[in-house]
């Protein structure tokens, strides 16, 4: 979609266009003066969830192929799996970005000077 003309706004190709010209800028970035990992947060939980899905689902569908007993078991299981699953993909994405948050507000922070800690006799 081209821009639209009454509110200025970029289309969705746009969008997208620029979010992958600014990624593959952080990516060949050098300096690495600005961090790639906290862009790629919201992809990588995406993927982790649809693993979680993937594998609660074939998790729950090869039960019930080895019997009635252990599809049973797989059924009550496989949702409990995929929920344990994700709270761990969401907290590990969460301290990767408050490791980047530490990070990037240590940058930030005033630099003192050394002090002397052995004054001249």
Not at 23 to 47: C, E, G, M, N, W
Not at 92 to 111: G, S, T, Y
Request: aromatic share 12%; hydrophobic share 50%; glycine share 6%.
């Amino acid at each position: 979609m081209p821009a639209d003309p009454v509110t200025k706004r970029p289309g969705l190709s746009g969008i997208i266009w620029g979010e992958t010209r600014a990624l593959f800028a952080l990516l060949f970035d050098f300096s690495f003066k600005r961090f790639l990992t906290p862009k790629l947060v919201r992809v990588l939980y995406s993927l982790s969830l649809l693993a979680a899905v993937l594998s609660a689902l074939t998790w729950m569908g090869s039960g019930f192929r080895q019997g009635v007993m252990q599809g049973l078991f797989t059924l009550v299981t496989g949702p409990v799996a995929f929920f344990i699953y994700v709270l761990i993909a969401r907290v590990l994405m969460e301290v990767v970005l408050a490791i980047f948050r530490i990070a990037e507000r240590m940058e930030n922070l005033p630099q003192k000077p050394p002090s002397d800690s052995n004054p001249p006799l």
